[in-house]
């Protein structure tokens, strides 16, 4: 993006002064603006306190969760049901391996197999340090504190043991006193099971909820424990709840066609099978990092200060207000085919978990055309390292600025339309004084100056419509490159992630270099050329300082953009076109180097035949 200027401003110093000044200002509330809409989405602060589960809030509306009837003392005593001893049981299938442990009759592990963590190890979407504090997956949630403690730490009788394959099937049961439990769930050959759950007190159904507590196992950076949220869709309309957002211990009630939580690439989300019955509650903690056991946050994080990391942690509970849970749990990767293919009790699709920001209708159909790219050149990637999706970000980017290029061109055409008609417009100015904003004769000015160049065919803003164009393009780049699963760990030469910064910033300093030459060979005839030679080191610095700790993926289409706008602006300058656009920019840069009380005395015709 080599330039943002506006060709419609006029000839005197001020004026181009407060042009350039508004274009700055306008760019960088456009910077800002994203990077607080970003914050208050996926904001870093840490999470309010959540009631720890000996102070669990009581059920909505201050009742206690269901006790029996009155005359259910009458009610014979369950027979006790428990393991003798803690036993464990596998269930996998291609995508995942799930480890449950009949303690509480909940996950201990789930690994999702075509992923790995940083360290290069299989994926675990649990999370070991907050799960040990919060809860484990798939654990039961009520409104007692001692009920939802008990059930968790109770030794359920297992249907099987040891490793199962998928499609199965595997109860938990437990008994004992007034209190009997059931949980089923039900495996087949993708990334959603099926869960069945009940609890009865002396026969009476008891509002329990199944839980994902305590977020997700890929959190490994600070990045990655900003970005998560809760995820709730009613009635087919979806909310992304960010940090700030989610109350610990919170009740929603409606009719919820899924409800969960995720961060920047997984997902852990219910879909109950029956909407209108479903409530879900939400849960916000608080761990330190520095040391629960799956964290990567950097080593020189922790070393600056002995004081604890506080990070939030998000999750969910789902589960039917008659007290009998049936939902469906999808628990990987928020793939754009994947989400298509996970339908809802009411015909809805997973494909909104994956939310692009401010610019997601941009966003969305940016990737969808870098994933037909991939699609189209990953057969013929059979190297090592599949470097296909940076090369699919190569060949999209050349294939945008293709597409742009008339509208480039049609750009300078314009510019230089403008250009010939300054004189003119000059001239109009000075019949009317130069008149302030304020001032009644500044909208005659400008009806006279608009007729003018509605007569010769001048759009206002036909020379700044790349630049337009391009922007949004550039914000939807820069908030997609983090948010689809497809490119994080995806290599690209000496770039291990294009999720990721460039580790040895190759390409922001890179960035620089390819942005100075950008602006040097493209000509900006309505500029001022001191604020040209400013924006020419202003912009490369810009846009270096995005790309230095950003997605290295957002830096290589910004370079290769440049890269191709160079090599399309020196073939412009070549034509008869272009070269005009050189001359007007070079007369301009003569006349500021007239003395100024020679400026004051020439008229706009004296200048005019100097030119």
């Not at 589960?53 to 201050?62: C, D, K, L, Q, Y």
């Not at 990092?289 to 964290?295: E, I, L, M, N, Y």
């Not at 309505?526 to 950003?550: H, L």
Request: glycine letters at 8%.
């Amino acid at each position: 993006m080599p330039e943002f200027r506006n060709p419609n401003q006029g000839g005197g110093g001020s004026q181009d002064s407060r042009s350039f000044l508004l274009m700055m200002l306008v760019m960088l509330g456009v910077i800002f603006g994203l990077q607080y809409w970003r914050s208050a989405h996926n904001p870093q602060t840490a999470s309010p306190d959540h009631q720890p589960a000996a102070a669990a809030p009581a059920e909505p509306g201050g009742a206690s969760s269901p006790t029996a009837p009155a005359g259910a003392g009458a009610v014979a005593a369950t027979p006790a049901l428990a393991a003798a001893a803690q036993t464990s049981t596998v269930v996998e299938n291609e995508l995942y391996r799930i480890t449950f442990s009949n303690r509480g009759g909940q996950v201990t592990s789930w690994i999702l197999k075509k992923y790995k963590d940083e360290a290069g190890h299989p994926l675990d979407l649990v999370h070991d340090g907050a799960a040990a504090l919060y809860g484990y997956p798939l654990s039961l949630y009520t409104y007692d504190a001692g009920l939802t403690n008990q059930l968790a730490n109770a030794l359920y009788v297992a249907s099987e043991t040891g490793t199962v394959e998928a499609p199965a099937s595997l109860t938990f049961k437990y008994a004992a006193g007034d209190l009997a439990v059931t949980k089923t769930f039900t495996f087949g050959s993708d990334y959603v099971i099926r869960a069945n759950t009940e609890v009865l007190r002396n026969g009476v159904p008891v509002r329990a909820l199944l839980a994902w507590p305590a977020g997700l196992g890929d959190m490994e950076t600070t990045m990655a424990y900003a970005g998560a949220q809760v995820d709730t869709n009613e009635d087919g309309k979806t909310d992304h709840l960010a940090i700030k957002k989610v109350i610990g211990g919170n009740t929603l009630s409606g009719s919820f066609d899924f409800a969960g939580t995720s961060d920047q690439y997984f997902a852990a989300v219910f879909l109950p099978s029956q909407p209108s019955d479903s409530t879900v509650v939400t849960f916000s903690h608080k761990i330190d990092v520095t040391k629960v056991k799956r964290s990567n946050i950097t080593g020189e994080t922790m070393s600056k200060s002995n004081k604890p990391l506080l990070l939030p942690v998000l999750g969910t509970a789902v589960g039917a207000l008659s007290g009998h849970t049936e939902t469906r749990i999808f628990v990987g990767p928020k793939d754009v085919s994947v989400l298509k293919s996970i339908h809802t009790a009411d015909g809805g699709t997973l494909e909104p978990l994956l939310d692009f920001g401010f610019f997601g209708f941009i966003g969305k159909y940016l990737f969808l055309g870098l994933r037909a790219v991939h699609a189209a050149i990953a057969p013929y990637d059979t190297g090592v390292h599949n470097y296909s999706w940076g090369w699919a970000i190569v060949l999209f980017t050349l294939l945008i600025y293709i597409v742009l290029l008339p509208l480039r061109v049609q750009g300078m055409k314009s510019a230089v339309k403008m250009q010939r008609l300054q004189p003119q417009i000059d001239a109009i100015k000075a019949k009317y004084n130069n008149p302030k904003a304020t001032d009644p004769k500044a909208a005659e000015m400008n009806a006279e100056v608009m007729a003018l160049q509605k007569a010769n065919g001048v759009s206002m803003l036909g020379g700044c419509i790349p630049s337009l164009i391009q922007l949004p393009l550039l914000f939807a780049f820069f908030t997609m490159m983090t948010k689809v699963v497809e490119l994080r760990q995806a290599h690209f030469f000496w770039l291990p992630n294009l999720a990721a910064a460039d580790p040895y910033h190759i390409l922001p300093i890179t960035m620089v270099i390819t942005s100075f030459l950008a602006q040097y060979y493209t000509p900006s005839p309505g500029v001022d050329p001191q604020q040209q030679k400013m924006m020419a080191f202003m912009m490369p610095a810009f846009s270096g300082w995005m790309t230095w700790n950003y997605a290295s993926g957002l830096a290589l289409y910004w370079n290769i953009g440049n890269l191709v706008m160079i090599a399309q602006q020196l073939a412009m300058n070549r034509t008869s076109l272009g070269r005009e656009m050189r001359e007007i920019a070079a007369q301009r840069a003569r006349r500021k180097t007239v003395p100024p009380k020679v400026l004051r005395a020439a008229s706009p015709k004296t200048l005019q035949g100097k030119k």
